[in-house]
Every structure is written in structure tokens, then in C-alpha cells.
């Protein structure tokens, strides 16, 4: 806490990496575009060939926009919980978001063609199911701090969100059993995950809601690091432990939820991020950890869709996929050395 | 049986120890007295004011405290450690102050920490440690601290090394100690005050004084346990 300055050359390394990840990741795509163009196009805004311009600025920009928001928020979701319940291995899963906004999508996906008639649900399009999604994990959030109110250990709601988690799944589960084979498909396509589909206005409120998570997230810095001490010292501390709780449930479930809400439930990244970062920085200081994980997300991020995409083919690979294919081995390594767990 | 009846009242500058048996409600006590939980019944003054009406910071600033549970993550340096011990005074996202800093540096010579200062917490022993914790509570700048068995877990030397070094900030910082702990004979030996949870009288007095009353005789069975009150301390009773 004494030496920032010991931070800033890797802080700045870190961030030369994020803008060199950005422009690599715009200029590869399934059109082969030539680098050259791509920077003319981003920096100066003029390209001879239309279509690649318009490439660049509604397909391409956007959706290494999407992921740099979708890093970002997703690894800042994963150290909060992971400081909060004191918990290596918490993850935006953890708390129930992801699942409710699982639910979301498959209720309706999936749950139009159960209740037809009884619930008249419109037809799906990215923002109904932006929407769903969103409610979805609101309601979870809602339900856990609900019951967070009425328990006082932070551990047992670490449990209760994961039963929560376990009983959207199992809704989703009976959903799927029902529905029939295109529905599920189109619903098996959204739990992919998907950084593409956003227009410029979505854009625009993803970049909202995480702004909103992000300072909630840094105004609970202070709080964060009495937390390392746990809730008694914190509390001795002077913080005022319900309501920094609150605050950062809320953030929690602003940043998790509004990724999901947009671009499905994707894995790993909220868990294995803080981890990466905690290894590079060797620090438990949360003024530092703070935003190193959000650069250090958005890095991730732009790296997982940079192979996703495929570049030069037409097909593109699931995000999803990506995420945990380079997440679980992470997962499994930590444990293996868990000894020397920097946490 | 959980002792009732307590009362007792401390002043500046005085080293108190908690003693009694195991389940008497010592710590509860002691956690109580620093709002760490909710107090069952009666009523808690600091300063003429009650417990209660202090908000957390106004009470962050006048008790700090030094709990039996292990730190959450202790892959926080010492002197990161030590330095949260400065949040109820540093603003919102905790910047340390050059006052701050110099009561940080003063709490790290206090507890001879110098050498210790740069180390991972998780590299320490449990004396280390404690001491460490100590210090945290010291750069609270408090001016009561509660600590709930210091000297558990240590040994003989530790546990002197401990207790020393907590009248040494009594006598040098004229701040309230109060401590439970299970080391009634060097209590007898260090404090200026022990308060005695016995589940009758409680009483709380100075260690000659609750010699002279046969206090510690009553606290364990006798056909156990004898106190020999010429040298203050306990023998195991000899017979059947």
C-alpha cells in the first residue's frame, strides 16, 4: 500500500496490452481485412473499400467493445465475491446471477411453447431476451439478499446462492425436457454465449450498467481490504458491514448480470481472472487489484473471442466454450498448488 | 453455566485480564464489550457514553481489537496489514496520511517489528503473528484494546513476550488493555486489575487484593486444583 509506484510499469504494460489486444482483435475477422486498413479505419475514421468499413464500425468495434465490457465486468464481479465470502473459488455463478439469468432466457425461449396461450411471452429477439435475462438475474439477486438480510454469516449465503443456483438449473433442466428441439437448439445456441449481436444502442446500456457496477466496485475499495481481516475486524474497523454488503451484492449483480443479460452466461472468466491478476501484482491491495482485473478481463476477453472467431474461416466458435477450454485447466492448476495459493 | 452479575469499571492506563473457566463467557464478554456481537442484557459506558448510541467509525476510533480468529487472506504484508489498522481515519478509498504513516511506523517499533515489516503474513509464526495483530491494534490508536486470549497457542516465552509487551504499551501509551486469557499466573503477576468469572460474585480487583480475598480458590475444584496463595500458583491437589 506504501509503494504504487513499484505497480505503474506493469499497470502501464497492462494497459499497452489491452490496446494492442483491441486493434489485433477488430483487424482479424472471417473477411480477411488488412491491418493497415483497420488502423486507417479505427484512427482515422477513412477506408477506401465500404463494405470493410462497414464492417469495422457496426460488426467489428461493437463486439470488441462487448468484450472488453464483458471481461471487464465479469473479472471485477469475480474479485468482489471472491473478497466478500473469502472465497478462492467464487464466481459470478456462485451467487445465483448467472443461473437467474439462465432462467431468464429459457423461460422465454422455452417456456412460450409450455404456456402457450397462458403466458403470452412476444417472440424472441436479442433484446426480449436481454430483458428476460436481466429480470432473471435480478430476481435471484432479489431472492439471495432477501434471505442475505435474515442471515448474518456471509458463508451460509455463499450456500444459498448456490441452492439457488441449483434450482433455476433445475428449472431450466424440466424447460428443456418439454420444449421441443428448436426451441432447445436456440436456447443450447444462447448458453453458448455470444459477443457479437450487440447493436451500437445495446452498446451503449451494457457500457451503462457496467459503469454503474465498476464505480460501485470502486467505491467499496476501502471496504474490500478490511474485509481481507474478515467481517469482525472489518466491523472494528468501522465499516458498516450491512450495508457495504449491499453495495456490493449490487455491484456484483450489475456487472454479472448485466454481462449475461447480453451476452449469455459465459464462464471461467469471473473466476479465473482475479487469480491471473493476484499472480501478476503479488498484492491483496484492492486499490490495485481493482483495476488491474478489469484491464486484465478485458484482455482475456479480447484473446477468447480473437480465437473464437476464427480468423479468416466462416465459422466462429462458441464463446462459452473458449472461456473454459483456458479456464478449467487454470481452475485445476490453482487447486493442485493450492498450498501456495496467493489469495 | 455462564457467569451473570457482571460489573466492572476500567480506567486509563490500566492492564485488566478476563480469567475464569472454560465456557464461563469470557470471550463473550470480551465481544461484547468491543460490539463484536450483540450484547445480551445490561448495559456497556465508554467514556459516559452507551455502547450503543457510538456509530462504527465513532467506535472504530475508541476500540480496536484483537479477535482469536485467523485473518481472512494472509498474503498481506505486515506492514499492509498493520496499515489497515489506519481505515477509520483515512478517506474513502483509504489513503495513508504522513500522521498515518508515522503511527504505523511507531506501532512497528512498539512491537519490534522492523525486521518483520516486509514479510508475507503467511511467512510469520503464530507469535509473530500476534504480535503483528497487536500492532494493527495499536495503529488504530484506540484508546481501549480488547483482546480476546493473546497468548493461546504460544509458548512459555511467547506467551511472557506478549503479555510484557502489553503493559509495556499500557505504561507507555496510558491506553485501557483488557484481555481474556487462561495464564492466571502471570496475570497475577503483570495486570493491574484481573476480573475474576467465577458465576458468583465476579469479582474484579487488584491480584493482591483477590489473593488476600481466597478468590482463585474457588475457581477450580479443589480436589483438582489448589491455589497456593504464598507463591500465586496453582498445584495439582495431591491425594486419592
Not at chain 1, 491491418?35 to 461493437?62: C, H, M, S
Request: aromatic share 8%; proline share 4%.
Amino acid at each position: 500500500m506504501d509503494k504504487p509506484l513499484k505497480y505503474r510499469i506493469p499497470f502501464l504494460l497492462l494497459l499497452l496490452v489491452l490496446v494492442v489486444c483491441f486493434v489485433f482483435n477488430i483487424s482479424l475477422g472471417s473477411v480477411s481485412i488488412p491491418f493497415k486498413d483497420t488502423l486507417n479505419a479505427v484512427f482515422y475514421g477513412n477506408v477506401q473499400n465500404e463494405p470493410w468499413a462497414y464492417i469495422i464500425w457496426n460488426y467489428r468495434i461493437p463486439k470488441a467493445f462487448t468484450a472488453l465490457l464483458v471481461g471487464s465486468g465479469l473479472a471485477l464481479s469475480g474479485l468482489l465475491m471472491q473478497t466478500l465470502f473469502r472465497n478462492p473459488l467464487a464466481g459470478p455463478f456462485v451467487l445465483g446471477i448467472s443461473s437467474g439469468a439462465s432462467l431468464g432466457a429459457a423461460l422465454l425461449i422455452m417456456g412460450s411453447s409450455l404456456f402457450s396461450g397462458v403466458l403470452a411471452f412476444g417472440f424472441v429477439t436479442n433484446i426480449t431476451l436481454a430483458i428476460a435475462s436481466s429480470l432473471g438475474s435480478f430476481l435471484v439477486l432479489l431472492a439471495v439478499m432477501t434471505v442475505a438480510s435474515k442471515v448474518k454469516d456471509t458463508m451460509a449465503l455463499l450456500i444459498i446462492g448456490l441452492m439457488f443456483g441449483s434450482i433455476t438449473a433445475a428449472v431450466v433442466s424440466v424447460l428443456s425436457y418439454f420444449t421441443n428441439a428448436e426451441k432447445l437448439q436456440q436456447y443450447v445456441y444462447w448458453s453458448f454465449g455470444s459477443l457479437g449481436n450487440l447493436s451500437w444502442s445495446q452498446l451503449s446500456l451494457l457500457t451503462g450498467i457496467i459503469l454503474i457496477g465498476t464505480l460501485l466496485g470502486i467505491a467499496s475499495i476501502k471496504t474490500l481490504n478490511a474485509l481481507l481481516l474478515g467481517e469482525n475486524y472489518a466491523r472494528s474497523l468501522g465499516v458498516d458491514l450491512k450495508k457495504s454488503r449491499y453495495i456490493i451484492i449490487i455491484a456484483m449483480g450489475l456487472l454479472a448480470g448485466g454481462v449475461t443479460a447480453f451476452a449469455g452466461p459465459i464462464a471461467f472468466i469471473g473466476l479465473a481472472v482475479p487469480h491471473l491478476t493476484r499472480q501478476i501484482f503479488n498484492t491483496t491491495d484492492h486499490k490495485i487489484l481493482v483495476p488491474a482485473v478489469l484491464v486484465y478481463g478485458a484482455i482475456i476477453m479480447l484473446l477468447c473471442d480473437t480465437v473464437a472467431q476464427l480468423p479468416n474461416s466462416a465459422s466462429v466458435l462458441p464463446i462459452n466454450a473458449i472461456t473454459s477450454i483456458l479456464g478449467a485447466p487454470v481452475v485445476i492448476w490453482l487447486l493442485v498448488r493450492k498450498q501456495k495459493m496467493v489469495f | 453455566m455462564i457467569a451473570k452479575n457482571i460489573d466492572f469499571s476500567l480506567s486509563s492506563g490500566e492492564l485488566a485480564a478476563i480469567v475464569g473457566i472454560n465456557g464461563i463467557g469470557k470471550s463473550t464478554l470480551l465481544r461484547t464489550l468491543g460490539k463484536v456481537q450483540p450484547k445480551l442484557s445490561g448495559e456497556i459506558i465508554i467514556n459516559g457514553k452507551p455502547l450503543n448510541s457510538y456509530g462504527p467509525r465513532e467506535l472504530a476510533a475508541q476500540i480496536s481489537v484483537v479477535l482469536t480468529e485467523p485473518i481472512a487472506s494472509k498474503n498481506m504484508t505486515v506492514l499492509e496489514l498493520i496499515s489497515l489498522g489506519r481505515q477509520p481515519y483515512t478517506n474513502w478509498i483509504g489513503t495513508l496520511s504522513d500522521a498515518d504513516q508515522s503511527k504505523i511506523k511507531e506501532s512497528v517499533q512498539l512491537m519490534a517489528l522492523g525486521d518483520l515489516q516486509h514479510k508475507k503474513c503467511h511467512e510469520l509464526s503464530d507469535g509473530q503473528l500476534q504480535r503483528v495483530m497487536i500492532a494493527r491494534a495499536l495503529a488504530q490508536d484506540t484508546a481501549i484494546i480488547l483482546l480476546d486470549e493473546p497468548t493461546t497457542h504460544l509458548d512459555l516465552y511467547h506467551k511472557v513476550q506478549i503479555l510484557k509487551l502489553l503493559k509495556k504499551i499500557v505504561r507507555q501509551t496510558n491506553k485501557t488493555i483488557l484481555f481474556t486469557s487462561h495464564e492466571i499466573e502471570m496475570a497475577i503477576q503483570l495486570c493491574d486489575k484481573i476480573l475474576i468469572l467465577d458465576n458468583g460474585e465476579n469479582p474484579f480487583e487488584r491480584p493482591t487484593e483477590l489473593i488476600a480475598q481466597k478468590r482463585f480458590e474457588k475457581l477450580f475444584p479443589a480436589d483438582t486444583i489448589e491455589f497456593d496463595a504464598a507463591t500465586a500458583s496453582f498445584r495439582i491437589s495431591k491425594g486419592q
